[in-house]
């Protein structure tokens, strides 16, 4: 794992926080990034412009990348680890920058927007949404050469492909502009195409690779589906004058998708016609007796721990037993906190801004800004509502194990909140003065999770139950 301090850069070994190296910048790190491999990290310091490789397996090579006068906004890796892409100044362009031939290639016009480069989890391609004579374009580029994708123009093929066209028009009603753009990508063979938004807001490929989905900015409700080719799938507005779609998450096994909406509702689209199969509601008082409310309760310490403390001074700087958090089982009908949003200011708290899938598929996670103490676990299976745990203070971030159905969250104090079909848990983090958690993250194995706070981090590791 690594961390930075100031122009610091500081890799421990995970599992016993042991430093391994320490590397110095040029300036104040403002992001770090590991690649895929684990064997590169890239440090980015935006103020001036540049970006620093560093190597694991050879402590003394290095790489400093300048962008010059163009600056430099963002920095990440592409999947293979061995391609960073930097984005310009005023999103001019992009910077695809090669480790092992040394080779800059440019992506033109890419669009500021919050999500605006996605590829796809074979790391085969990648798509860019660009913004090009005030409209809304996508381009698919292949990342071994980063090019735009193209495809064989075979008759045999065509001839296969135009009959499927038209069952899928037939069978899923899509629009005049599907075809359009279907013959468009078989005579000019360039995955770029124009969107049908206003304002594209953000985009993401399936698990699979197979589709692609784009949304419009939250002034006007709008997703877009399109195939690897560019094909128009299938589009889906639920409403039309409020503010629209506010989050968007796939489900790992790319069956679903999940829609979080201004209206505090989550809408979930099947992936065989696009159409939506249920809607989930976020109430503010829940009566169904078939769900559980686990809700956190705090309590002082019995005066017999206060009587087992060592001293008085260490009484007073620890805060591992200044109060205790648990969980209680709340007896339905229960009234949750509601926050009304205000009206006359920008980025209202409210509707669905969180979503989260649990890795087996079975579980979403859902956070609705108006309710903002309080998480939504729902039963993929049978589309209904599971869990709602209630916490005492306003939910900073939750995360699935990428290992199995357990979801950790925290609240911006000292605790990190575990739940799984078991129950749920509130552990409080040891230590001297007060570490307030606003973020964590899980280790791919699933046995341990970073927590961190504002200026600090710790790690935290979980057994593995042993199966009998």
């Given at each position: 794992m690594?961390?930075?301090?100031?122009h610091r850069?500081?890799v421990?070994?995970v599992?016993s926080?042991?430093v391994l190296?320490?590397y110095?910048?040029?300036?104040?790190?403002?992001?770090?990034?590991?690649?895929?491999?684990?064997l590169f990290i890239?440090?980015a310091?935006?103020?001036?412009?540049i970006?620093?490789v560093w190597?694991?397996?050879?402590?003394?090579?290095?790489?400093?990348?300048d962008?010059g006068?163009?600056g430099?906004?963002?920095s990440c890796?592409?999947?293979d680890?061995r391609?960073?892409?930097?984005?310009?100044e005023?999103h001019?362009?992009?910077?695809?920058?090669?480790?092992?031939?040394?080779?800059?290639?440019y992506?033109?016009?890419?669009?500021?927007c919050?999500?605006?480069v996605?590829?796809?989890k074979?790391g085969?391609?990648?798509?860019?949404?660009?913004r090009?004579?005030?409209?809304?374009?996508?381009?698919?580029f292949v990342?071994?050469?980063?090019?735009?994708?193209?495809h064989a123009k075979?008759s045999l093929?065509?001839?296969?492909d135009l009959?499927?066209i038209?069952?899928?028009?037939?069978s899923?009603?899509?629009?005049?502009?599907?075809l359009?753009?279907?013959?468009?990508w078989?005579?000019?063979?360039?995955?770029?195409?124009?969107?049908?938004?206003?304002?594209?807001?953000?985009?993401?490929?399936?698990?699979?690779?197979?589709v692609?989905?784009a949304?419009?900015?939250?002034?006007?409700?709008?997703l877009?589906?399109?195939s690897?080719?560019g094909?128009l799938?299938?589009?889906?507005?639920a409403?039309?004058?409020?503010?629209g779609?506010?989050?968007?998450a796939?489900?790992?096994?790319?069956?679903?998708?999940a829609?979080?909406?201004?209206?505090?509702?989550?809408?979930i689209?099947n992936?065989?016609?696009?159409k939506?199969?249920t809607?989930?509601?976020?109430?503010?008082t829940?009566?169904?007796?078939?769900t559980?409310?686990?809700k956190?309760?705090?309590k002082s310490?019995?005066?017999?721990?206060?009587?087992?403390s060592?001293?008085?001074?260490?009484a007073?700087t620890s805060?591992?037993?200044?109060?205790?958090?648990?969980y209680e089982?709340?007896?339905v009908?229960i009234s949750l906190?509601?926050?009304?949003?205000?009206a006359?200011?920008?980025?209202p708290?409210?509707?669905?801004?969180?979503?989260?899938f649990?890795?087996d598929?079975c579980?979403?996670?859902?956070?609705?800004?108006?309710?903002?103490?309080?998480?939504?676990i729902?039963?993929?299976?049978?589309l209904?509502?599971?869990v709602?745990?209630?916490q005492l203070?306003?939910?900073?971030?939750?995360q699935?194990?990428?290992?199995?159905?357990?979801l950790?969250l925290?609240?911006?104090n000292?605790?990190?909140?575990?739940?799984?079909p078991?129950?749920?848990?509130?552990v409080q983090?040891p230590?001297?003065?007060?570490?307030?958690i606003?973020?964590?993250s899980w280790h791919?194995?699933g046995?341990?999770?970073?927590?961190l706070?504002?200026?600090n981090?710790?790690?935290?590791?979980l057994?593995?139950e042993?199966v009998?």
């Amino acid at each position: 794992m690594a961390s930075c301090v100031q122009h610091r850069l500081v890799v421990r070994d995970v599992s016993s926080l042991q430093v391994l190296q320490i590397y110095t910048c040029l300036d104040q790190i403002q992001f770090i990034e590991w690649s895929s491999d684990s064997l590169f990290i890239l440090c980015a310091m935006y103020k001036r412009g540049i970006v620093q490789v560093w190597s694991l397996e050879q402590p003394d090579w290095h790489c400093k990348i300048d962008e010059g006068s163009a600056g430099l906004v963002a920095s990440c890796w592409s999947p293979d680890g061995r391609h960073i892409l930097n984005t310009t100044e005023f999103h001019l362009r992009i910077t695809v920058w090669s480790l092992c031939t040394k080779s800059v290639s440019y992506i033109k016009y890419p669009k500021a927007c919050q999500q605006g480069v996605a590829f796809t989890k074979d790391g085969h391609y990648v798509a860019v949404a660009e913004r090009r004579d005030c409209k809304d374009f996508i381009s698919i580029f292949v990342c071994s050469n980063w090019q735009l994708l193209r495809h064989a123009k075979q008759s045999l093929a065509f001839v296969v492909d135009l009959e499927r066209i038209k069952l899928s028009i037939l069978s899923a009603q899509m629009q005049q502009e599907s075809l359009t753009q279907y013959f468009k990508w078989f005579f000019f063979g360039e995955q770029h195409f124009d969107t049908e938004t206003q304002d594209l807001f953000g985009i993401e490929w399936a698990p699979n690779g197979c589709v692609l989905a784009a949304w419009d900015s939250c002034l006007e409700y709008k997703l877009l589906l399109y195939s690897l080719d560019g094909r128009l799938l299938s589009s889906y507005c639920a409403y039309e004058w409020p503010l629209g779609i506010k989050s968007v998450a796939w489900s790992p096994s790319s069956q679903f998708l999940a829609i979080g909406s201004f209206d505090e509702k989550v809408r979930i689209l099947n992936h065989v016609t696009w159409k939506m199969i249920t809607e989930f509601e976020h109430p503010a008082t829940i009566a169904s007796k078939k769900t559980i409310v686990y809700k956190e309760v705090e309590k002082s310490p019995s005066v017999e721990a206060e009587r087992l403390s060592l001293s008085p001074t260490r009484a007073l700087t620890s805060s591992a037993f200044s109060t205790q958090s648990k969980y209680e089982i709340s007896q339905v009908p229960i009234s949750l906190q509601y926050i009304k949003p205000v009206a006359d200011r920008a980025n209202p708290k409210m509707g669905v801004g969180m979503l989260a899938f649990s890795a087996d598929n079975c579980f979403l996670a859902t956070k609705n800004d108006n309710i903002p103490n309080t998480v939504w676990i729902w039963d993929i299976r049978k589309l209904k509502l599971l869990v709602v745990l209630e916490q005492l203070c306003t939910i900073q971030c939750f995360q699935w194990d990428p290992r199995q159905p357990r979801l950790a969250l925290c609240t911006g104090n000292s605790r990190v909140y575990l739940w799984s079909p078991a129950g749920c848990v509130a552990v409080q983090v040891p230590g001297e003065g007060d570490f307030q958690i606003v973020s964590l993250s899980w280790h791919s194995s699933g046995d341990s999770m970073v927590l961190l706070s504002k200026d600090n981090f710790c790690v935290c590791y979980l057994e593995r139950e042993e199966v009998k």
